[in-house]
């Protein structure tokens, strides 16, 4: 009884997670496209990595715990350099608050 409900719940939460996925893949085809054959898997890899990280899925990862179901939590590992790709998104902010800081005083 209780999991029927997480399930109809997590179901409409996954759907939405799914089709965000599928829109950015479409969203990033021309990217995706001119990238590298050896890294295109890699690339497609982050873009869905990106889409699933823009909802807030805490919720869903509770209630896919309380299933037995795997943890979203450890899709970090398989994003391809997702170290680096954190420290160049550290580096922009970095950049982008100095100008900004920068254009404030002058």
Not at 26 to 44: D, H, I, N, V
Request: net charge neutral; no cysteine.
């Amino acid at each position: 009884m209780v999991g029927e409900q997480l399930t109809e719940r997590d179901g409409s939460r996954a759907l939405r997670v799914e089709r965000a996925t599928r829109g950015m893949e479409e969203e990033f085809a021309a990217e995706l496209a001119r990238t590298s054959p050896q890294l295109r898997a890699s690339a497609l890899n982050l873009v869905q990595y990106l889409a699933v990280r823009r909802h807030d899925v805490r919720e869903l990862q509770s209630d896919l715990t309380q299933l037995g179901l795997s943890s979203l939590g450890r899709m970090e590992a398989h994003v391809t350099h997702a170290h680096g790709v954190w420290h160049l998104f550290v580096i922009a902010g970095s950049v982008t608050h100095y100008f900004a800081i920068l254009h404030y005083v002058l």
